[in-house]
C-alpha cells in the first residue's frame, strides 16, 4: 500500500534536506553562479521529489548529488555554454572567525586566491575536487554521482590537483 503524499513528503524532507547545502555547494561550482545555482538546487530537488519513490535507501547524499550534477548540467545546456559561465567572488564565502585583523584580511585573500584557481579549472576536474575535497564523499561515491569508474575520478582527481598547485603558483593556465 503506497503512503499518503504526507506520508512520503515527510520522508522525502527528512531524506533530502539536510543535504541541501553540499548540493548547493556543488551546483555553485558546476554553474559557478549563485542564482543559477540556486535554480538547479530547485529544479533538483522537484526531479528527486517527482522520483522518490524509486529511491530504495542507500546513500541519500550521493543521490541527491548525482540529481543535482545532472540538473545541473542539463541547466547549462539549455542556458548557456559551460565556458561562458563566470564566477563572482562575493557571491562565495568568505568570512573566516579570526582574532587578528590582518591575518582575517590575508586568510580572505587566500581563499579568495584559491576560489579563483579552482574556478579556472575544467569543469570535469572542478565537479570531482569540489565532491572530494570540500563535501569530502568516498571516490566510490564520486564514481556513482559522475557515472563514472573509480579510476576516470582517480585520474581526474590527480590531474584537478596539479593544475591546481600549477595555477597557485603561477604556472600553467587551465582550459575551461
Known amino acids: ?19 541541501l547545502p553540499s548540493a548547493y555547494n556543488l551546483a555553485r561550482w558546476i ?10 538546487v530547485q529544479e533538483a530537488v522537484m526531479r528527486a521529489l517527482q522520483y522518490f519513490d524509486s529511491y ?11 540529481i543535482v550534477r545532472n540538473s545541473a548540467y542539463s541547466w547549462i545546456e539549455r542556458n548557456r555554454p559551460a565556458s561562458h559561465v563566470s564566477l563572482v567572488e562575493t557571491e562565495l ?12 584580511v590575508t586568510s580572505q585573500a587566500e581563499a579568495a586566491a584559491l576560489r579563483r584557481a579552482i574556478a579556472r579549472l575544467p569543469l570535469e576536474q572542478r565537479e570531482v575536487l569540489a565532491l572530494r575535497e570540500l563535501e ?6 564520486i564514481a556513482n554521482i559522475i557515472d563514472a569508474p ?12 596539479d593544475q591546481l598547485a600549477a595555477i597557485v603558483r603561477g604556472g600553467e593556465r587551465a582550459s575551461s
Open 93 to 104: 564565502d568568505t568570512a573566516g572567525d579570526s582574532e587578528d585583523p590582518l591575518s582575517a
Open 150 to 161: 573509480i579510476g576516470t575520478v582517480m585520474s581526474r582527481l590527480s590531474r584537478a590537483r
Open 1 to 19: 500500500m503506497p503512503a499518503d503524499d504526507g506520508t512520503r513528503t515527510r520522508r522525502f524532507e527528512a531524506v533530502a534536506l539536510p543535504h
Open 31 to 40: 554553474c559557478r553562479n549563485e542564482a543559477d545555482a540556486a535554480d538547479v
Open 56 to 66: 530504495h535507501g542507500g546513500d541519500a547524499r550521493a543521490w541527491l548529488l548525482q
Open 136 to 141: 569530502e564523499l568516498s571516490y566510490r561515491q
